[in-house]
């Protein structure tokens, strides 16, 4: 019987292989997108270096005060001398572990719910979740558990963005989802009002919503009864966030088959099991890119709060840019900095995101 040898496997074709062959197939496909991609490098050519020396080569690092800021690149020693009031605001420093504290619990949850198994993701996380926001508020004002009483004027910067964004966030999200179900119950009157909420909400610019709530919201209120703005403002959010949420979950809904819900149907469950069991999962399931980007919309939302005088970051640059001490015209690395720092939590949004998706894909396709 004749011998047969196995030969080793030839090498890739050179062209197709290698840098040279990679420009090629992405950068210089054909003429058109040679001649973008040679544009595009002779811009950065252009602005890079100077870009780059600004920022960095040129720029002051050190210092404390306007005066340390001789160099023509960017002032970071401004950013730095506001580096606190940034990121905590007016706090008292003494008691800036409470707001670090509630930054690790809501980290330490959400870490939890990616790594914990998705038989306990229900009974531990989820509850953990809905009670963050009332136990960061008792730690945060300190009131109830003996620690001194630090007022919301005096609350502000980055960490009260994703805070308040965060709490928002927690309590809008089931609430959304009971809007969803009145829009789509067969009840008349709890159709009518989940529609005339989500619309409402949906509707009405923020802004309007956020001078509603500072404004008009405590003429309703009983004579003598009053209400923190920043608790206000959380009420408004949750609202806006609930309308925004109610409609995503409704298109989840939409595209679950007709035979998922004949099937729950058909084994027994009653209304609230069938959707919280087999529907509801694969509404989240469908809708996490919309739900990412209502979350990102919401966290940059609460910018506007400078509008109507609450000292998150943007309005604390704001503020610093006034100050006599630094009037040498820091807007842009203000500006710069405060959008770099959003930018980066946005994007860290989108890879948990991704993650949690990974995890509820069950195509199982390579």
Avoid at 4 to 9: A, G, H
Avoid at 83 to 112: C, E, H
Avoid at 239 to 250: H, I, K, Q, T, W
Wanted: hydrophobic share 55%; aromatic share 14%.
């Amino acid at each position: 019987m004749q011998e047969f040898k196995v030969l080793p496997d030839l090498p890739a074709p050179v062209k197709t292989v290698g840098p040279v062959a990679w420009l090629k197939n992405n950068l210089f496909s054909s003429w058109l997108n040679g001649l973008a991609t040679i544009v595009v490098v002779a811009i950065l050519a252009k602005l890079l270096p100077g870009l780059l020396d600004w920022l960095f080569f040129s720029a002051n690092w050190t210092g404390t005060s306007q005066d340390a800021c001789t160099k023509e690149g960017a002032c970071w020693v401004f950013i730095n001398s506001w580096s606190k009031q940034f990121f905590y605001g007016s706090y008292p420093d003494g008691q800036l572990w409470r707001i670090n504290l509630v930054l690790a619990m809501l980290v330490g949850i959400i870490t939890l719910s990616i790594f914990i198994s998705k038989e306990y993701r229900n009974k531990i996380v989820v509850p953990l979740f809905l009670l963050l926001p009332f136990i960061g508020l008792i730690i945060l004002d300190g009131s109830l558990i003996g620690l001194q009483v630090v007022s919301t004027d005096l609350w502000g910067g980055f960490t009260l963005n994703v805070l308040l964004a965060a709490a928002s966030i927690i309590v809008a999200f089931p609430l959304g989802a009971l809007w969803a179900l009145g829009r789509r119950s067969e009840m008349p009157l709890a159709r009518s009002i989940s529609i005339i909420l989500i619309e409402f909400f949906r509707g009405v610019p923020v802004l309007a919503l956020f001078f509603m709530g500072s404004v008009m919201l405590p003429l309703f209120f009983p004579e003598g009864t009053t209400v923190d703005k920043l608790v206000r403002v959380w009420i408004v959010l949750v609202l806006f966030m609930s309308g925004y949420m109610a409609e995503v979950f409704r298109g989840g809904f939409q595209a679950i088959p007709k035979g998922q819900y004949e099937a729950a149907d058909a084994i027994g469950l009653g209304y609230w099991q069938k959707n919280a069991l087999i529907i509801f999962p694969q509404v989240i399931k469908v809708s996490m890119p919309n739900i990412l980007a209502t979350f990102v919309m919401l966290f940059k939302n609460t910018t506007f709060l400078l509008i109507i005088g609450i000292f998150e970051m943007l309005s604390t640059a704001q503020t610093a840019l006034t100050n006599s001490n630094w009037l040498g015209g820091h807007s842009t690395e203000a500006y710069l900095f405060v959008g770099l720092v959003f930018w980066v939590c946005c994007y860290s949004m989108s890879l948990i995101a991704t993650s949690i998706e990974r995890k509820l894909n069950t195509d199982h396709r390579n």
